[in-house]
């Protein structure tokens, strides 16, 4: 490698800047290739730890199922995805396009759901920063000159030292990572260019691993560089183009940015509304697509994309409506938004919510503990993704979450947390990245190279809780299809009572080697499965009434 850095160094690349590459390309190691539906198969019958889908329409078989609504808080929705337009909500009260509330609903034109962080003329609040950072800037006018603080603090100024210590964490670590990956990406971008010349590809094209395979490097340098990015794209999935590894990287870095420069005037410019008021106007728009949809889309084909069309992939529900509600940035959302979001979801007919999203603070957290109860009023099943963070959240709380400010609940009853599993029965069985809890996270459910559908008609595979989520969700959808008298705690019931504990499985705590019970990471112990879930439900005599 070192021979390389210099013959490369003759080409104008910075040298420090190809050593800073390699550093980076060389530990990792090659991610095994996994079927694309293994999210969705049997451990005994296939060997992996997925839902044991099939097994559960086969049990379903003859059986007639009843349409279910599910409301998908997130970054929204690609509504001409092939795959999610059949099953899209659609607003039959509202006449598309005249402008005007025809349903009485506060919404104008919300065809297909509503955008909580959208503004005029179609603009979109899509880029945010963290809350702890946002809570930073309001306070700081007030606390960060006092020099003295009271050796016992009230509320106000323990809840300030909270917010800086996380804030100081959270931007530390941004400009440490972003010091490391500047370098990085400038390398990655040069060396891309000589790979796309050889290939002799556009400089808006991108190249994949099969792509290197074929190329006869010419000399030691193209052939040098072709080995750092067989490297790297080895190590990613394997559909990976080096296109979207420079975009992944390039957003990571201006998110990271945000935290370090954050633009604290971008929702006044674009919502235009006071994020510390719940009630304040009607705000947002009707546009549920947009550029940052790539989130609430995948989560949509997890839960309800078309199945057995021979296109894309086979969602877990087969009558589910989605409905999609705005509310995630790329960034931390804003407690109003969520509650509104919830509230929306529940007043359009959703029988479950996914809220794939989470952050550190809440400073209007009495809003979103309205909100839940209001779905729990409603007869609403929210689940939520753990987070990704590899943190034991009965020691550090994530938010949203239903340990509400009141203490009238510390586990309610419609609300499901859920950690990230792997393909693999053994020690890697909890995702490192995922969080746990026995007393905080009820379940896990494949998390781990994943795959859903995808922006403009692709597929795509990630890792995290955010798809753990709603692949539980698709199977609560499941079982309300089947059986509608079922109620959202029986729903919830369901979930967690068919997850049978692996007792005695030894596996890595997440983001550590030690070895723990898989048992002692969530509630149940278990990981989610369609099949047991349907056999449980069928057993059950149904409590739902109408909604209160």
Same mark, same amino acid.
């Given at each position: 490698?070192?021979?390389? /850095?210099?013959?490369?160094?003759?080409?104008?690349? +910075? %040298?420090?800047?190809?050593?800073?590459l390699a550093v980076f390309a060389q530990p990792a190691a090659p991610k095994p290739v996994l079927p694309q539906n293994w999210f969705a198969l049997d451990q005994k019958t296939d060997g992996y730890y997925g839902i044991s889908l099939a097994q559960a329409y086969q049990f379903l078989k003859g059986k007639k199922s009843k349409t279910v609504v599910v409301g998908v808080i997130d970054s929204g929705i690609d509504t001409l995805q092939k795959d999610l337009r059949p099953v899209l909500w659609t607003n039959t009260k509202e006449?598309?396009?005249?402008?005007?509330?025809?349903?009485?609903?506060?919404?104008?034109?919300?065809?297909?759901? $509503?955008?909580?962080?959208?503004?005029?003329?179609?603009?979109? @609040? +899509?880029?945010?920063?963290?809350?702890? *950072?946002?809570?930073?800037?309001? %306070?700081?006018?007030?606390?960060?000159?006092?020099?003295?603080?009271?050796?016992? !603090? =009230?509320?106000?100024?323990?809840? $300030?030292?909270?917010?800086?210590?996380?804030? @100081?964490?959270?931007?530390?670590?941004?400009?440490?990572?972003?010091?490391?990956?500047? !370098?990085?990406?400038?390398?990655?971008?040069?060396?891309?260019?000589?790979?796309?010349?050889?290939?002799?590809?556009? #400089?808006?094209?991108?190249?994949? %691993?099969?792509?290197?395979?074929?190329?006869?490097?010419?000399?030691?340098?193209?052939?040098?560089?072709?080995?750092?990015?067989?490297?790297?794209?080895?190590?990613? @999935?394997?559909?990976?183009?080096?296109?979207?590894?420079?975009?992944?990287?390039?957003?990571?870095?201006?998110?990271?940015?945000?935290?370090?420069?954050?633009? %604290?005037?971008?929702?006044?410019?674009?919502?235009?509304?006071?994020?510390? *008021?719940?009630?304040?106007? !009607?705000?947002?728009?009707?546009?549920?697509?947009?550029?940052?949809?790539?989130?609430?889309?995948?989560?949509?084909?997890?839960?309800?994309?078309?199945?057995?069309?021979? &296109?894309?992939?086979?969602?877990?529900?087969?009558?589910?409506?989605?409905?999609?509600?705005?509310?995630?940035?790329?960034?931390?959302?804003?407690?109003?938004?969520?509650?509104?979001?919830? &509230?929306?979801?529940?007043?359009?007919?959703?029988?479950?919510?996914?809220?794939?999203?989470?952050?550190?603070?809440?400073?209007?957290?009495?809003?979103?503990?309205?909100?839940?109860?209001?779905? #729990?009023k409603h007869d609403v099943l929210l689940v939520l993704a753990a987070g990704n963070d590899n943190l034991d959240i009965d020691n550090t709380p994530e938010y949203p979450n239903d340990t509400f400010l009141d203490g009238s609940a510390t586990d309610a009853d419609n609300v499901i947390f859920v950690g990230a599993s792997g393909p693999k029965k053994g020690e890697n069985l909890a995702a490192e990245f995922s969080n746990y809890g026995k007393k905080n996270v009820d379940v896990f459910a494949p998390g781990t190279q994943v795959?859903?559908?995808?922006?403009?008609?692709?597929?795509?595979?990630? =890792?995290?809780?955010?798809?753990?989520? !709603?692949?539980?969700?698709?199977?609560?959808?499941?079982?309300?299809?089947?059986?509608?008298?079922?109620?959202?705690?029986?729903?919830?019931?369901?979930? /967690?009572?068919?997850?049978?504990?692996?007792?005695?499985?030894?596996?890595?705590?997440?983001?550590?080697?030690?070895?723990?019970?898989?048992?002692?990471?969530?509630?149940?112990?278990?990981?989610?499965?369609?099949?047991? #879930? /349907?056999? *449980?439900?069928?057993?059950?005599?149904?409590?739902?009434?109408?909604?209160?």
């Amino acid at each position: 490698m070192k021979q390389f /850095l210099r013959r490369v160094a003759g080409l104008g690349i +910075c %040298l420090s800047l190809l050593s800073e590459l390699a550093v980076f390309a060389q530990p990792a190691a090659p991610k095994p290739v996994l079927p694309q539906n293994w999210f969705a198969l049997d451990q005994k019958t296939d060997g992996y730890y997925g839902i044991s889908l099939a097994q559960a329409y086969q049990f379903l078989k003859g059986k007639k199922s009843k349409t279910v609504v599910v409301g998908v808080i997130d970054s929204g929705i690609d509504t001409l995805q092939k795959d999610l337009r059949p099953v899209l909500w659609t607003n039959t009260k509202e006449k598309p396009g005249n402008g005007k509330d025809d349903d009485g609903n506060g919404f104008i034109d919300d065809v297909h759901g $509503w955008n909580f962080i959208g503004g005029a003329n179609g603009q979109c @609040d +899509c880029k945010e920063t963290s809350e702890e *950072v946002r809570e930073y800037e309001r %306070l700081k006018g007030k606390y960060a000159s006092i020099t003295n603080p009271p050796a016992t !603090p =009230d509320s106000a100024f323990a809840y $300030w030292l909270l917010v800086k210590r996380l804030r @100081d964490s959270t931007v530390n670590k941004a400009e440490t990572e972003l010091k490391q990956l500047t !370098p990085i990406m400038s390398a990655m971008v040069e060396t891309s260019a000589i790979i796309k010349r050889a290939l002799k590809l556009r #400089a808006d094209q991108g190249f994949k %691993l099969a792509d290197l395979k074929k190329l006869n490097a010419a000399n030691d340098t193209l052939n040098d560089v072709k080995l750092l990015w067989t490297t790297m794209l080895s190590a990613a @999935d394997p559909s990976a183009t080096s296109t979207k590894m420079l975009k992944d990287y390039s957003d990571y870095m201006a998110k990271l940015n945000n935290d370090v420069n954050p633009d %604290l005037e971008v929702r006044k410019r674009t919502v235009g509304d006071n994020p510390d *008021v719940l009630k304040d106007k !009607p705000y947002g728009n009707n546009q549920v697509k947009s550029e940052q949809s790539f989130h609430g889309t995948m989560v949509s084909g997890f839960i309800a994309a078309v199945r057995n069309n021979g &296109y894309g992939i086979n969602g877990v529900a087969d009558n589910v409506k989605i409905l999609p509600v705005v509310a995630s940035p790329d960034g931390d959302e804003y407690d109003k938004d969520v509650a509104n979001a919830i &509230y929306y979801a529940v007043d359009n007919g959703a029988r479950i919510i996914n809220m794939s999203f989470g952050k550190k603070l809440s400073p209007h957290k009495a809003w979103v503990d309205a909100a839940f109860k209001y779905a #729990a009023k409603h007869d609403v099943l929210l689940v939520l993704a753990a987070g990704n963070d590899n943190l034991d959240i009965d020691n550090t709380p994530e938010y949203p979450n239903d340990t509400f400010l009141d203490g009238s609940a510390t586990d309610a009853d419609n609300v499901i947390f859920v950690g990230a599993s792997g393909p693999k029965k053994g020690e890697n069985l909890a995702a490192e990245f995922s969080n746990y809890g026995k007393k905080n996270v009820d379940v896990f459910a494949p998390g781990t190279q994943v795959t859903s559908v995808a922006l403009n008609g692709d597929t795509e595979t990630e =890792d995290g809780t955010s798809f753990s989520s !709603p692949i539980t969700a698709g199977v609560a959808a499941l079982v309300a299809e089947y059986y509608p008298d079922l109620s959202a705690r029986q729903l919830k019931q369901v979930i /967690l009572q068919s997850a049978k504990p692996l007792n005695g499985l030894m596996v890595n705590k997440p983001g550590t080697q030690d070895k723990v019970d898989f048992t002692t990471l969530s509630k149940t112990g278990g990981i989610v499965n369609a099949y047991e #879930a /349907l056999q *449980v439900a069928s057993k059950m005599k149904g409590e739902r009434t109408a909604a209160k």
